[in-house]
């Protein structure tokens, strides 16, 4: 149990990195957007102007950082995509827009990840079975693949974990096949560690879309302020 404790939180300080992730992010979008030299040709030029060096200095940023933040929140396929290329001038508009959608969407998948775990530890008193389902799950839902020679980010695998392990119907991007998914998700109602059922509107601490909480003696939460799982 200590170790399933530990996990959660390496998870949870993961997610805040993750966020740090975004808003470099954010900072390349903003700064590609001040400057219309970039591509295989133009990207060569040195970055004289000041849009042209915060291009360099946020992706060269993101870069360094993309690969510890999220580092088996996503698949080994996915994460040699995002090796392939960084998204600096050297890239044009179009192809650094696949990258970045796509490795804003591994930090969405590391966050989610983060909250997997809490919630299947809230509800089961133990990570047993969590992993497997947690890679189940993001195997089958990429954030970005390679189609035909090209990166595509998929944003609609993101944010669906919860409907993917409750075992309802849902459709793999780019297959265009339904496939029927199960899973041992923390949605069937179950009586956690400390024996309250918190899938059950009525109980307390209950919150709607599977977010389950609790603050009963001796139960042990997320703390935002000292980054650990602590004992209320």
């Known amino acids: 149990a200590k ?3 530990k996990t959660v ?3 949870r300080t993961a997610a805040d990195g993750a966020g740090e992730l975004r808003s470099n992010i954010q900072a390349l979008r903003a700064a590609r957007s001040k400057t219309d030299t970039e591509g295989p040709i133009m990207g060569r030029l040195p970055a004289l102007t000041s849009a042209q060096q915060q291009v360099d200095s946020a992706s060269e940023a993101l870069r360094l950082s993309f ?3 999220t580092k088996g929140a996503v698949s080994d396929s996915e994460m040699r995509i995002f090796g392939l290329a960084t998204p600096g001038r050297m890239m044009t508009d179009e192809a650094a827009n ?3 959608t796509g490795m804003d ?3 969405q998948r590391t966050q989610e990840r983060a909250t997997f775990f809490d919630e299947w530890m809230r509800s089961k008193g133990t990570l047993n079975g969590a992993q497997a389902e947690w890679q189940r799950y993001a195997n089958a839902n ?4 390679e189609v035909n020679g090209q990166f595509v980010p998929r944003p609609e695998n993101v944010g669906n974990w919860r409907e993917f392990m409750s075992g309802q119907t849902t459709q793999r991007a780019g297959t265009g096949e339904q496939q029927a998914v199960q899973g041992a998700a923390p949605t069937a109602a179950q ?4 024996g309250q059922n918190l899938n ?3 109980a307390p601490g209950f919150r709607s879309k599977g977010t389950m909480q609790s603050v009963a003696p001796g139960e042990y939460v997320w703390n935002p302020a000292t980054r650990k799982m602590e004992r209320k």
Do not use: G, M
């Open 142 to 145: 990429p954030v970005i693949e």
């Open 3 to 5: 170790n399933d404790f």
């Open 200 to 202: 059950n509107p009525r």
């Open 9 to 11: 939180t390496e998870y």
């Open 191 to 194: 009586p956690n560690a400390t």
């Open 67 to 69: 690969v510890e933040k």
């Open 98 to 100: 696949s990258i970045i």
């Open 105 to 107: 969407l591994a930090a």
